[in-house]
C-alpha cells in the first residue's frame, strides 16, 4: 500500500499550485484521505481532510478560504488545490489515508498509511 504525493515546488508569495495524492495497493474509496505540513522546526499540523465524498471536508483555520481538498475515487487519487499561497505555508505536505472519526480528523495519529511527503516553498 502506497501513496505518492507530488505537486509541490517554488511559488511566489499569492500565487496557487495543486498538490495530488496517488494511492496504490487498495482501493481508498472509504478512507478519509487528509493532508499535513511540516515546517522547518515545527510540528506536523493538520491541513485537510476529505471524507468519503467531496461534500465532506475539513480544513484547518489557518488555510480556510485558500485551499481545497477534493478526491476522485475513480482515480484512487486526492487532491489540495492552494490558492492565495503565504510564506508561511512554507513546509512539507505529507498525505494520509485513514478512517478516523469526525473528533479525531485533525490527529496525525488517526491515520494508518503516509505518503513521503512534497516540498512547497513560497517566497515573499
Known amino acids: 500500500v502506497q501513496l505518492q504525493a507530488s505537486g509541490g515546488g517554488l511559488v511566489q508569495a499569492g500565487a496557487f499550485l495543486r498538490l495530488s495524492c496517488e494511492a496504490s495497493?487498495?482501493?481508498?474509496?472509504?478512507?478519509?484521505i487528509s493532508w499535513f505540513r511540516q515546517a522547518p522546526g515545527k510540528e506536523r499540523e493538520f491541513v485537510a481532510a476529505?471524507?468519503?465524498?467531496?461534500?465532506?471536508?475539513f480544513y484547518a483555520d489557518s488555510v480556510k478560504g485558500r485551499f481545497t481538498i477534493s478526491r476522485n475515487n475513480a482515480k484512487n487519487a486526492a487532491y489540495l488545490q492552494m490558492n492565495s499561497l503565504k510564506p508561511e505555508d512554507t513546509a512539507v505536505y505529507f498525505c494520509?489515508?485513514?478512517?478516523?472519526?469526525?473528533?479525531?480528523?485533525?490527529?496525525?495519529?488517526?491515520?494508518?498509511?503516509w505518503g513521503q511527503g512534497t516540498n512547497v516553498t513560497v517566497s515573499s
Open positions: 494520509a489515508a485513514g478512517r478516523p472519526i469526525v473528533s479525531t480528523i485533525t490527529a496525525s495519529s488517526a491515520y494508518y498509511y
Open positions: 495497493g487498495r482501493d481508498f474509496s472509504d478512507y478519509a
Open positions: 476529505v471524507r468519503w465524498s467531496n461534500s465532506n471536508t
